[in-house]
């Protein structure tokens, strides 16, 4: 048989991501045995062991590695369907709009772009709601996977534009951002390695995917909290130049020479059929 349902790939889902029955149990509200026995069924109509099940624990098989990743990706699809049929009937929001689009953007990045686009899109007629929604770094991504986002702009080279449609909008260099004080705010230009081995100023450190890279700078979670840093000389961040649009009077912004150029893109899912949609992007691309 050639189908899974939903609810036994969110059980093999916990299994695998735990490693550990009784943990998955607990994390889906039930049972162990039940569990057991609905991953041992699974693996039956499969035809295929998923799991290596021995007194040390629990490890996937090859099958189950990529059942793993094929599942995540089937899951985050139906979630995302689910989403974007509720806005669709404008069911999400009490009395909320029958037409609107989530808009996806990485917190201070091109701020003047998405004013630009949000007024010439306002303009239009049928113009759906757009929701802006500020996401971490690299969080566009997800948010389009799983649909909590319509649409997004997205920096190549930091996110990843597979499996999505897009158009680009803007190529910019990149600024480093320091404490107006400091020294080497005073430089008409830094490098990359001007700032990333400055003793009294570590770069910032943004989570990936809930991960902070290593390194001595503090642990970055929100735009707001980057820039007080900044001003009380706490550490340094590296931004594309469009970034000078949120800066306080106590930063600095000084051109990387070396940085690799930021190409934003406006993004979205490559199945998507969607009017509204299609309306924005016609927008973006005109700008």
Same mark, same amino acid.
């Given at each position: ?5 939903? %609810? ?16 998955? $149990?607990?994390?889906?509200?039930? +049972? ?41 990706? /089937? ?21 909320? !709009?029958?037409? %609107? ?20 899109? $306002?303009?239009?007629?049928? /113009? ?6 500020? @996401? ?5 991504? &997800?948010?389009? %996977? ?13 996110? @990843?534009?597979?499996?999505?449609? @897009? ?17 080497? +705010? /005073? ?5 990359? +390695?001007?700032?990333? &081995? ?6 910032? %450190? ?9 390194? #001595? ?22 931004? #594309? &130049? ?17 940085? !690799? ?27």
């Amino acid at each position: 048989m050639d189908t899974l349902e939903t %609810r036994e790939l969110r059980y093999f889902m916990a299994v695998a991501e735990e490693l550990h029955f009784g943990r998955a $149990a607990e994390r889906l509200g039930m +049972a162990q045995p039940p569990l057991s026995r609905a991953i041992q069924q699974l693996e039956r109509r499969l035809g295929v062991s998923l799991l290596k099940r021995n007194r040390r624990g629990v490890s996937l098989t090859g099958a189950g590695e990529v059942l793993l990743h094929e599942g995540r990706a /089937a899951l985050d699809a139906t979630t995302a369907a689910a989403r974007r049929t509720r806005r669709a009937g404008g069911t999400d929001t009490p009395g909320g !709009p029958r037409h %609107r689009l989530v808009l996806a953007v990485k917190a201070g990045a091109s701020h003047e772009l998405l004013h630009k686009l949000l007024d010439a899109y $306002a303009a239009e007629p049928e /113009a759906a709601e757009i929701e802006v929604l500020p @996401s971490g770094t690299c969080e566009q991504e &997800d948010m389009l %996977r799983d649909g909590r986002a319509d649409v997004a702009l997205m920096h190549a080279p930091f996110n @990843s534009l597979a499996g999505f449609d @897009s158009e680009e909008l803007m190529t910019e260099g990149q600024i480093a951002i320091l404490p107006a004080g400091h020294p080497l +705010a /005073a430089h008409k230009t830094l490098s990359l +390695a001007d700032v990333s &081995d400055i003793p009294d100023l570590p770069l910032a %450190r943004w989570s990936r995917h809930g991960v902070y890279p290593p390194g #001595p700078g503090p642990e970055i979670h929100d735009q707001t909290q980057l820039a007080q840093l900044i001003a009380l000389g706490r550490t340094v961040a590296v931004f #594309p &130049d469009s970034a000078r649009a949120w800066l306080w009077a106590e930063h600095t912004a000084v051109p990387l020479t070396d940085a !690799p150029l930021v190409v934003t893109h406006i993004a979205w899912p490559a199945h998507s059929r969607s009017v509204a949609l299609a309306g924005l992007i016609r927008t973006a691309t005109r700008l």
